[in-house]
Nanobody
């Protein structure tokens, strides 16, 4: 399984960013994003199944939107109304049809106040 993430960067509070991830090497029942800040456990941000059923962390509901293209094995995370507390390293996450989880290398998102 290979995951290639793009996007991220530095943005002011209230701004928007988009993260994208291209996955290859398997069929993925679940795709999404996790994030991690220093000293904290990695946490779920948003996931989406192959049937487009989504799940969001309470902290991002109404601000973030996840989508996927099953034909291209890509998943996108549109992040709006960003807050400083959204600052983290974001990891592309997939789960294969056999239930095996994989994470990408991570991309930094920094929201300045």
């Amino acid at each position: 399984v290979q995951l290639q993430a793009s996007g991220g960067g530095l943005v002011q509070a209230g701004g928007s960013l988009r993260l994208s991830c291209a996955a290859s090497g398997s069929i993925f029942s679940l795709m999404g994003w996790h994030r991690q800040t220093p000293g904290k456990q990695r946490e779920l941000v948003a996931t989406i199944t192959s049937a487009d059923i989504t799940e969001y962390a309470d902290s991002v509901k109404g601000r973030f939107s996840i989508s996927r293209d099953n034909a291209k094995n890509t998943v996108n995370l549109h992040m709006n109304t960003l807050k400083p507390e959204d600052t983290a390293v974001y990891f592309c996450y997939v789960r294969t049809r056999f239930g095996i989880p994989r994470w990408g290398q991570g991309t930094q998102v920094t929201v300045s106040s």
